[in-house]
């Protein structure tokens, strides 16, 4: 009963149902307009809904209006993010707005993320199938993906109703050219030609770089040509293009190790794992490349620290991990030129060097490592010779400037008095090696001790031999003498003058030969 009286009564006098109610007891006793009393609250709730749902149409007008002002207002000052928001709240308000879809839609594209746009510009071509900006959008994202058949249709359905429209002409005008071009490169790819199928696939990827298939071909080609870099630039946006790509981020990894970035190689491996962690390739080239990284941050490590006999054994580690990448090998070699030379291994350091050099003349890190040998091993024209040549490189760096000088000051220095040649050590002695090379020699030429006629020159022997030692066993002159200084020669001292034990080094005191030799 109550049913067939609410659906009899007019929506007009609903309102009035507010004015009129008033209590009755018994449930037959005729209401306002004829209807009982017991339907008259189901017919205010409705009346109420009704009312409610109007009033939001009102409010949702309103603020669908409010959302895109201030979302072209964002957008105008370019800020996509609160733009974004905005036309969210707008397709909320109002679902069946085309306009909201589309706006949003631009703000999609601005951001980049057109697998996004593409369903707000399908919602606007089914809401107003006429609207030919949404069309085109909507041509021009398919174009960049590759969906060429897609797209054509689009662009002649803009011809169609605009003829004029120079964009959907041009674009339509270039699909075919892109389809015949992407066919000869993949022809040039079967018969090995991967110069002519790389460069074949240049204008196809210009005009649809988001076409995965055509980035990953072209990956191919360049891989096959050893072109690493141009090869990883080309499978880098796959990882993108395509959903859940490990596939990508595997051969992405393999050839950032290839040239040497374990860093990165580690990086994009991660990668693959957080999208599948039990991915096999994936998580066995993550063990190798991982422990790889840890040696080399050990290897970085002992340099910082200055620990060269752990520096030396992190980087045998380091070729037992790897051996064959060209760049790693060199990396470790560059290591090892380093690491001995300021451990003062001579020949290996030379040998290490020498190594790096040959295939990269122009190293400057091995040309001062290797001029800093040159010095140990008393070769002062081989040494001045790198460290010129580092200069011609780049003369700005502090440490080829210092060695520069210092290799052509020793070079001054050992064509006049030499402490090493006089007591016969090499500049790597140690203290008890100088010690002992001097006793020996003034044993011999102590005047003294000396039965030749040349008293003279047996006083001359002697006096050089203990300057010697006085310079060699104390580590600060020693460094001024291994800097290119003879801290007893008068003319390089400040305030100095006449012989050198004027600076206050005389073996025979202030009377000739009166005095005891102790052999210290």
Same mark, same amino acid.
């Given at each position: 009963?109550?049913?067939r009286?609410?659906?009899g %009564?007019?929506?007009?006098m609903?309102?009035?149902?507010?004015?009129?109610?008033?209590?009755?007891?018994a $449930?037959?006793?005729p209401?306002p307009?004829?209807?009982?009393?017991?339907?008259l609250p189901?017919i205010l709730?409705?009346?109420w809904s009704g009312?409610?749902k109007d009033?939001q149409?009102?409010?949702?007008?309103?603020?669908?209006?409010?959302?895109?002002?201030?979302?072209?207002k964002?957008l105008?000052?370019?800020q996509?993010a609160?733009?974004?928001?905005?036309y969210?709240m707008?397709v909320?308000?109002d679902? %069946?707005?085309?306009?909201?879809y589309?706006?949003?839609?631009?703000v999609?594209?601005?951001m980049?993320? &057109?697998k996004s746009?593409?369903?707000?510009?399908?919602r606007?071509v089914e809401?107003?199938?006429d609207?030919?900006a949404?069309?085109?959008?909507r041509?021009n994202?398919?174009l960049?993906?590759g969906?060429?058949?897609?797209?054509?249709?689009?662009y002649?359905?803009v011809?169609q109703?605009e003829?004029?429209s120079?964009?959907a002409q041009q674009?339509?005008?270039a699909?075919?050219?892109i389809?015949e071009?992407?066919?000869?490169a993949?022809?040039?790819?079967n018969e090995?030609?991967?110069?002519q199928?790389a460069?074949?696939?240049?204008?196809p990827?210009e005009?649809?770089?988001w076409?995965?298939?055509?980035?990953?071909?072209?990956? $191919?080609?360049?891989l096959?040509?050893?072109?690493y870099?141009?090869a990883i %630039?080309?499978?880098?946006?796959t990882?993108?293009?395509?959903?859940?790509n490990?596939?990508?981020y595997?051969k992405?990894s393999?050839?950032?190790?290839a040239?040497g970035?374990?860093d $990165?190689?580690l990086k994009?491996?991660?990668e693959?794992l957080?999208?599948?962690s039990?991915h096999?390739?994936c998580h066995d080239h993550y063990k190798?490349?991982?422990?790889?990284?840890?040696t080399?941050q050990?290897v970085?490590?002992?340099?910082?620290?200055q620990?060269?006999?752990?520096?030396?054994?992190?980087?045998?580690?380091?070729?037992?991990l790897e051996n064959h990448?060209?760049?790693?090998?060199?990396?470790?070699?560059s290591h090892?030129?380093?690491?001995?030379?300021?451990?003062k291994?001579?020949?290996e350091?030379?040998?290490?060097c020498n190594e790096?050099? %040959?295939?990269h003349?122009d190293?400057?890190?091995?040309l001062?490592n290797?001029g800093?040998?040159?010095i140990?091993?008393e070769?002062f024209d081989?040494?001045v010779?790198?460290?010129?040549?580092?200069?011609?490189i780049d003369g700005n760096l502090k440490?080829?400037q210092e060695?520069?000088?210092r290799?052509?000051k020793?070079?001054k220095q &050992?064509?006049?008095?030499?402490?090493?040649k006089i007591?016969g050590?090499?500049?790597t002695?140690?203290k008890q090696?100088i010690?002992?090379?001097?006793?020996?020699?003034?044993?011999?030429?102590?005047p003294d001790?000396?039965?030749g006629?040349?008293?003279?020159?047996?006083e001359?022997?002697?006096?050089?031999i203990?300057?010697?030692?006085e310079?060699l066993t104390d580590?600060?002159?020693?460094?001024k003498?291994?800097?290119?200084e003879?801290?007893?020669d008068? $003319?390089?001292?400040a305030?100095?003058g006449?012989?050198f034990?004027?600076?206050?080094?005389?073996p025979?005191?202030?009377g000739?030969?009166?005095f005891?030799?102790?052999?210290?």
């Amino acid at each position: 009963m109550c049913a067939r009286h609410v659906l009899g %009564s007019t929506t007009s006098m609903l309102p009035l149902l507010f004015l009129t109610v008033y209590a009755s007891s018994a $449930e037959e006793m005729p209401g306002p307009f004829g209807i009982r009393s017991a339907c008259l609250p189901i017919i205010l709730i409705m009346a109420w809904s009704g009312l409610i749902k109007d009033i939001q149409g009102v409010a949702s007008t309103v603020d669908v209006e409010r959302y895109l002002e201030l979302g072209k207002k964002s957008l105008a000052a370019g800020q996509l993010a609160d733009a974004l928001s905005h036309y969210h709240m707008a397709v909320e308000g109002d679902p %069946s707005n085309y306009l909201t879809y589309f706006r949003r839609a631009t703000v999609y594209l601005a951001m980049g993320k &057109s697998k996004s746009a593409l369903p707000d510009l399908d919602r606007v071509v089914e809401l107003k199938p006429d609207f030919n900006a949404a069309r085109l959008q909507r041509a021009n994202v398919k174009l960049k993906q590759g969906r060429l058949i897609e797209a054509k249709m689009d662009y002649e359905e803009v011809l169609q109703r605009e003829p004029v429209s120079a964009e959907a002409q041009q674009n339509l005008n270039a699909i075919p050219m892109i389809e015949e071009n992407v066919q000869q490169a993949k022809a040039f790819y079967n018969e090995g030609a991967f110069d002519q199928a790389a460069e074949m696939l240049s204008r196809p990827i210009e005009l649809c770089p988001w076409d995965p298939e055509l980035h990953e071909l072209r990956a $191919e080609c360049y891989l096959q040509l050893k072109e690493y870099p141009k090869a990883i %630039s080309d499978i880098r946006p796959t990882t993108k293009l395509r959903p859940d790509n490990t596939e990508a981020y595997y051969k992405l990894s393999t050839w950032l190790y290839a040239i040497g970035d374990s860093d $990165e190689s580690l990086k994009e491996i991660r990668e693959c794992l957080k999208l599948d962690s039990d991915h096999k390739r994936c998580h066995d080239h993550y063990k190798k490349v991982k422990k790889l990284v840890q040696t080399i941050q050990s290897v970085e490590k002992a340099i910082n620290e200055q620990d060269w006999p752990d520096c030396i054994l992190k980087v045998q580690q380091m070729l037992k991990l790897e051996n064959h990448i060209d760049r790693f090998v060199d990396r470790a070699t560059s290591h090892f030129c380093h690491c001995h030379s300021q451990a003062k291994n001579i020949r290996e350091a030379l040998e290490h060097c020498n190594e790096v050099l %040959s295939k990269h003349p122009d190293d400057i890190d091995a040309l001062c490592n290797r001029g800093e040998v040159f010095i140990l091993n008393e070769q002062f024209d081989e040494a001045v010779n790198d460290f010129k040549k580092a200069e011609s490189i780049d003369g700005n760096l502090k440490k080829v400037q210092e060695g520069s000088q210092r290799a052509q000051k020793l070079l001054k220095q &050992s064509k006049k008095r030499d402490y090493y040649k006089i007591l016969g050590v090499k500049r790597t002695a140690q203290k008890q090696e100088i010690v002992k090379a001097y006793r020996k020699l003034a044993a011999q030429w102590h005047p003294d001790q000396y039965n030749g006629n040349d008293k003279n020159h047996a006083e001359k022997m002697f006096i050089d031999i203990a300057a010697a030692k006085e310079v060699l066993t104390d580590p600060e002159k020693r460094e001024k003498f291994d800097n290119g200084e003879d801290p007893l020669d008068p $003319e390089q001292q400040a305030g100095g003058g006449g012989p050198f034990w004027h600076q206050g080094f005389n073996p025979f005191g202030q009377g000739g030969f009166q005095f005891k030799f102790h052999f210290n």
